[in-house]
């Protein structure tokens, strides 16, 4: 069966007004900048702006709301050019009005009533809520308080739950709003957009689907391996954001420091990598960079030529006959959510505890299983050890003077963002998955804070079964079996016990299951996806399908 994801596009942040709010857009902020820009384009009537997106050939588009604007006549202009909608909630979480007590904005329940009523409201897409729980200081700046509620003072494991209620509120509350509208209470999903490769297991225990941004400052395999993992340990749906804000510079269009922060070249292949992991969505942030508006009518720029070559011949040409949910692990990386991406520290918003050495040795796991082509010291770009380029560009260029039409380059020594790194079909799980859940891998890592005894049992389970466990000492009970506390075989398989994923060992027991330095692959089913670095610094990759 032939499966095709659904192709989205998000609306402007710089370049022109909002087509149904019109001047009321340059009054708020519409990025995470810190400040209002003023658009650089004049704005287009919503047919205009409507046949535009239609020529990009997109099935939906992703409008974040004005708070307080009405949306009816956005609802009726998508219905009638056979667009849906996906409303997002990222100008009230920068600008407020804030759920009391936290730093979010609920889409009103009028408002999701509406548009379901109008038009095909094909989800809640809520913006970095990982993001804005752990640094909850972003954008409101009149307190501390995280994006599902005050942590500070909590163990992890119930901060963590706080934050898992909280979410499971907000799902019922919308499943209702939605279900007294007429609609499907499941056609209308909170999607949680992630730009760190956490809490990704926590939101969709808790009724979330889930949507990795690529691109941005992540490490690819590794954000889409959590991703992954996570959807198809709770049964949820994968959506991927192409984000086109980023850390690189270079001689291409440039709409603002960062924006786009990634060449056309790597946008194009994200694309393709993206569109090979099956999601059940697929869409791009922002529409500014595709296009630009002028006194004649809307103009492709050099991206936006890519995203219409990628979904008229590329797409076109490679019809899908697997899904995320078909996702399979040669690897499997097993520890609990901790909200914690490098800085260790604000766990799941908790400003009390710093992260202990038991959470950082994830970190080691996705060294060792990259080949030391990770940090061992944290999961995104956002960690000691990486200087931006756009960050240069900020104080080189005066904002007055964007957009640049071929850009600049910012900075020696070139970007900072490819998308290749190595890693052999990994999937990660948290501390609750279980043996039907975990499949048949080569290998399982497990570290972290806690694990469960169904876990436990899963991965003993795999050892005895002839799989490869490496497991972190402190996460076996004191009950257990002897043989479960030494090193050594175990039933069919190997079972190593270590204090330290680092370990030479370890790194040696590893070795010979981590697969070829040059080639990142994932399976779906009996399909393997095979990327290879493109260019000597991997900032673009080839694909293979076998």
């Known amino acids: 069966m032939k499966q095709r994801p659904r192709l989205g596009i998000q609306g402007p942040v710089v370049a022109w007004q ?27 009537e919503p047919g205009a702006f409507l046949e535009a997106l239609k020529d990009l050939a997109a099935d939906f588009y992703v409008h974040h709301e004005i708070p307080g604007m009405p949306v009816a006549e956005l609802c009726a202009d998508l219905a009638a050019a056979g ?51 752990i640094n909850a200081g ?18 992890l494991p119930a901060a963590r739950a706080l934050v898992e ?13 939605a279900g007294r509208s007429g609609a499907d209470p499941d056609s209308v999903p909170l999607v949680s957009e992630h730009v760190f490769p956490v809490m990704f297991h926590t939101f969709a225990r808790a009724g979330m689907d889930l949507c990795p941004k690529i ?11 959590t991703a992954l993992g996570a959807a198809l340990q709770y049964g949820r749906r994968l959506w991927i954001c192409a984000d086109l804000w980023g850390p690189d510079t270079g001689e291409w269009f440039t709409r603002f420091p960062g924006f786009p922060g990634h060449s056309p070249q790597e946008f194009e292949s994200a694309l393709k990598m993206g569109y090979l992991m099956g999601p059940s969505h697929l869409f791009v942030e922002n529409v500014d ?28 040409e490679h019809p899908l006959t697997w899904s995320h949910r078909d ?5 499997a ?23 202990g050495e038991q959470s950082r040795s994830v970190f080691h796991i996705w060294h060792v299983l990259s080949r030391g082509t990770m940090p061992a010291h944290g999961s995104c770009m956002h960690i000691p050890g990486y200087e931006f380029p756009r960050h240069a560009l900020k104080k080189k260029v005066p904002l007055e003077r964007f957009p640049l039409a071929k850009g600049t380059v910012a900075a020696a020594g070139g970007g900072v963002h490819p998308l290749f790194y190595p890693l052999r079909s990994v999937l990660a799980f948290d501390d609750q998955v279980d043996a039907r859940q975990l499949g048949q891998p080569q290998l399982v890592v497990i570290g972290g804070s806690s694990l469960s005894d169904q876990t436990l049992s899963a991965a003993v389970a795999r050892a005895e079964d002839g799989g490869t466990v490496v497991i972190a000492a402190w996460l076996l009970p004191a009950h257990c079996p002897s043989a479960w506390k030494e090193s050594g075989r175990l039933g069919r398989g190997s079972w190593i016990v270590t204090n330290d994923f680092l370990e030479p060992r370890v790194r040696e027991a590893v070795e010979p299951l981590l697969g070829p330095a040059d080639c990142w692959t994932q399976r779906f089913g009996d399909t393997e996806i095979r990327m290879y670095p493109g260019d000597a610094g991997g900032f673009t990759l080839n694909f293979e399908i076998h």
């Open 18 to 44: 909002d087509p149904w709010a019109g001047e009321a857009s340059d009054r708020i902020m519409r990025t995470g900048t810190g400040s209002v820009c003023p658009s650089q384009d004049p704005r287009p």
């Open 83 to 133: 667009l849906d909608l996906c409303l997002g909630n990222e100008y009230g979480n920068i600008n407020g009005p804030w759920r009391p007590g936290t730093n979010r904005y609920d889409v009103p329940d009028e408002t999701i009533a509406q548009a379901v009523r109008s038009v095909r409201c094909i989800g809640l897409l809520y913006d970095e809520p990982e993001h804005l729980q």
């Open 138 to 155: 972003q954008y409101r700046k009149d307190g501390w308080y995280p994006h599902w509620g005050s942590t500070d003072g909590l163990s």
């Open 165 to 177: 209620r909280a979410v499971r509120s907000r799902v019922r509350q919308v499943r209702d709003v």
């Open 215 to 225: 691109m941005k400052e992540s490490f690819q395999p590794l954000q889409l391996s």
């Open 289 to 316: 960079v595709l296009l630009r508006h002028t006194g004649n009518g809307f103009e492709k720029t050099e991206y936006g030529e890519v995203w219409q070559q990628f979904v008229r011949q590329f797409v076109a």
């Open 327 to 331: 996702a399979q692990a040669d690897i």
């Open 333 to 355: 990386v097993i520890h609990a959510d901790d909200g914690n991406y490098g800085q260790n520290e604000r766990l799941f918003g908790n400003r009390v505890p710093e992260g």
